[in-house]
């Protein structure tokens, strides 16, 4: 499976874990597994809200299918708790989330 060549930076992703935080899954895998309309409900997912969280029910290889729902997705993956996956991809067009930048020494 391949990786994600645009990965965030730590600081990045630790400030998105935040902002998922609260929110409720968006979408949720049953014990049927990864499908295409789970990827097509993440992909829509994704664009309405740019940063989602999916709940995973009983994954026997949940870094696995983190790994594929954010490479299926174009997404970032920027945690996976217990079975809670954290994705994130920008808007094309209009992103609604600024990510924070380092100062510059």
Not at 14 to 31: E, I, N, T, W
Not at 69 to 82: P, S
Not at 94 to 99: G, Q, R, Y
Request: aromatic fraction near 2%; proline fraction near 7%.
């Amino acid at each position: 499976m391949q990786e994600l060549a645009n990965s965030l930076p730590g600081f990045q992703r630790k400030y998105l874990r935040g902002l998922a935080h609260p929110m409720k899954p968006a979408v949720m895998v049953g014990s049927a597994g990864l499908s295409e309309a789970v990827h097509a409900a993440v992909d829509a997912a994704l664009n309405d809200h740019e940063l989602i969280v999916v709940k995973l029910h009983q994954p026997t290889e949940k870094k696995a299918m983190a790994r594929d729902l954010a490479v299926r997705g174009n997404a970032e993956l920027c945690g996976l708790v217990g079975h809670t996956v954290i994705l994130y991809r920008a808007h094309p067009v209009k992103p609604k989330i600024e990510l924070p930048a380092r100062a510059s020494s």
